[in-house]
Antibody, heavy 119, light 107 residues
Framework: EVQILESGGGLVQPGGSLRLSCAAS????????MNWVRQAPGKGLEWVSSVSGSGGTTHYADSVKGRFTISRDNPNNRVYLQMNSLRAEDTGIYYC????????????WGQGNRVTVSS | DIQMTQSPSTLSASVGDRVTITCRAS??????LAWYQQKPGKPPQLLIY???SLESGVPSRFSGVGSGTEFTLTISSLQPDDFATFYC?????????FGQGTKVEIK
């Protein structure tokens, strides 16, 4: 059974940093791209970032480019999102999601982790 | 960047109604489109992939059609468990852009 669990969220001041972690199990982790998707309070879903199975290719939404860094630790089945220069508009629930093989749809999601950027 | 536009934003319907949600892409995406259902406080759940393929375990009252730039999700007979927000998503090697969502409310 595929399981995905996010951690590391919390309250941070504007301009601060936070690192989210995503632990995955139940599949051959290094074979699949992983993604972060966020949802601001009362708003829709926003794709944030993706990392290939090997970790060698990453992509970012324009809204976070230059501030966020995605990475993965394949031996330990983890994905990370390092978030720097945080802004109030980065507040929301952050979901970790597994892609199907290749550049496909997101077939499994974690329960989400809350990030609040406020003074 | 590819933009996804859903309509309507909100839909009021009754149990048993046939419901259709439309999603338009700003450029040709072939059949690289998925539909998700999200209930309050929960993560999204995959309903449809490749525009028209039903995810395992999803009731057959859900169906998707379309290709290129225009897609639809249809619920043939709305059930009480279906009141939720639905999102379309285009996926490619670079990103996975979502539409703004369609909330299906009880009429």
């Amino acid at each position: 059974e595929v399981q995905i669990l996010e951690s590391g969220g919390g309250l941070v001041q504007p301009g601060g940093s936070l690192r989210l972690s995503c632990a995955a199990s139940g599949f051959t982790f290094s074979s699949y791209a992983m993604n972060w998707v966020r949802q601001a309070p009362g708003k829709g879903l926003e794709w944030v970032s993706s990392v290939s199975g090997s970790g060698g290719t990453t992509h970012y939404a324009d809204s976070v480019k230059g501030r966020f860094t995605i990475s993965r630790d394949n031996p330990n089945n983890r994905v990370y999102l390092q978030m720097n220069s945080l802004r109030a508009e980065d507040t929301g629930i952050y979901y970790c999601a597994k892609r199907t093989y290749g550049s496909g749809w997101f077939d499994h999601w974690g329960q989400g982790n809350r990030v609040t950027v406020s003074s | 960047d590819i933009q996804m536009t859903q309509s309507p934003s909100t839909l009021s319907a009754s149990v048993g109604d046939r419901v259709t949600i439309t999603c338009r892409a700003s450029q040709n995406i072939g059949n690289s489109l998925a539909w998700y259902q999200q209930k309050p406080g929960k993560p999204p759940q995959l309903l449809i992939y490749k525009a028209s393929s039903l995810e395992s375990g999803v009731p057959s009252r859900f169906s998707g059609v379309g290709s290129g730039t225009e897609f639809t999700l249809t619920i043939s007979s709305l059930q009480p468990d279906d009141f939720a927000t639905f999102y379309c998503q285009q996926y490619n090697i670079y990103s996975g852009t979502f539409g703004q969502g369609t909330k299906v409310e009880i009429k």
